[in-house]
């Protein structure tokens, strides 16, 4: 059975089944239990679990995640909201110094997930909650990135993140939270982290993208199957780390072109590591150099209009697409 559900209520579906499943399962965070969260994911868990599994704490990143990594050193399965992932960078030091080190020098599990609204809200956000920080942890040993662009993504890949026995940075996107609705299994759903998903099937050219973009790059498919007979294949990768390679470079054989599309700034973001990939490994294949689309390289503006120059979307990924496919 399924049901249709938005993209915010899938991620608070998946908590409310892994905390009713499991008494180890807590949350922690800044105005997540009495507010119910700035965009209201939490919203109802206080009443139903509780002061004990969900956690208001003062405005400090840093004391959430080093909190929230104690806890899951003793056994516990913590989720840490942070409430803006612009100001996880408040909490980099515990993150990326130990969290993502003790497996590595002790054996010992972390079973965290850090729960993060990510990118920018197309209402204008400005540069200090627009952010998409995936690279920043992407970069880093131990800690695994999972960015969801459906419904029934978001809530199999939380199932799974919270199971996982490593920390997990989990990026929800702001822009789709209630944008965005969808068919998900209603009870036990899982995705597992590292497996690609084919968002559309096509035989003219890839898109690679993830979050936000992956929901751009199918409507830019659309619109130019729609414009021009172009058939557009549509790899969603679901999970920056680790990353489905097999997946991406089977759809660039087949197609033998490839846009890599990401909303965050385009210098040294994630699509930089799936183009150096393709270029590595499917040079032999391509019928054309492998294409990038991304944000500029600025602070995201707060102006409409400044952040629609700013932001891909799907009529400048058709565009690329057009120039791609005629190459």
């Not at 087949?254 to 590595?280: D, M, Q, S």
């Amino acid at each position: 059975m399924s049901h249709v559900i938005s993209y915010l209520e899938a991620i608070r579906e998946a908590m409310r089944q892994a905390m009713r499943d499991d008494e180890r399962v807590f949350l922690i965070g800044e105005d997540i239990a009495t507010y119910g969260g700035v965009y209201k994911v939490t919203d109802g868990f206080l009443d139903e679990f509780g002061p004990r599994r969900v956690i208001d704490t003062p405005i400090a990143e840093n004391a959430i995640i080093g909190a929230a990594t104690g806890a899951a050193l003793v056994g516990m399965r913590p989720i840490a909201e942070i409430q803006f992932a612009d100001f996880i960078a408040s909490g980099f030091d515990p993150l990326v110094n130990m969290t993502s080190t003790i497996h590595y020098r002790w054996g010992q599990p972390v079973p965290l997930v850090v729960r993060a609204p990510a990118g920018a809200t197309w209402a204008s956000a400005g540069p200090f909650h627009s952010q998409s920080p995936e690279a920043w942890f992407a970069q880093v040993p131990g800690l695994k990135v999972v960015m969801p662009a459906t419904p029934a993504d978001a809530k199999g890949l939380l199932t799974a993140a919270i199971r996982d026995p490593n920390p997990v940075i989990f990026l929800e996107q702001k822009y789709l939270y209630r944008r965005l609705k969808g068919e998900v299994p209603e009870g036990e759903h899982v995705v597992p982290l590292g497996v690609a998903r084919i968002a559309r099937a096509g035989t003219d050219a890839t898109v690679i993208a993830y979050g936000t973009m992956a929901h751009k790059a199918e409507l830019a498919a659309q619109l130019l199957a729609d414009e021009d007979d172009i058939a557009i294949e549509v790899v969603d990768l679901r999970t920056i780390v680790p990353w489905d390679r097999a997946a991406v470079l089977a759809s660039v054989a087949k197609t033998g072109r490839a846009l890599v599309v990401y909303e965050a700034h385009r210098t040294a973001g994630f699509g930089a590591e799936i183009c150096a990939t393709i270029a590595e490994e499917a040079f032999a294949q391509l019928d054309a150099p492998v294409g990038r689309l991304a944000g500029l390289d600025t602070p995201v503006p707060a102006h409409p209009a400044m952040e629609a120059e700013y932001l891909p979307d799907e009529h400048k990924i058709a565009a690329a697409l057009r120039e791609l496919v005629a190459f």
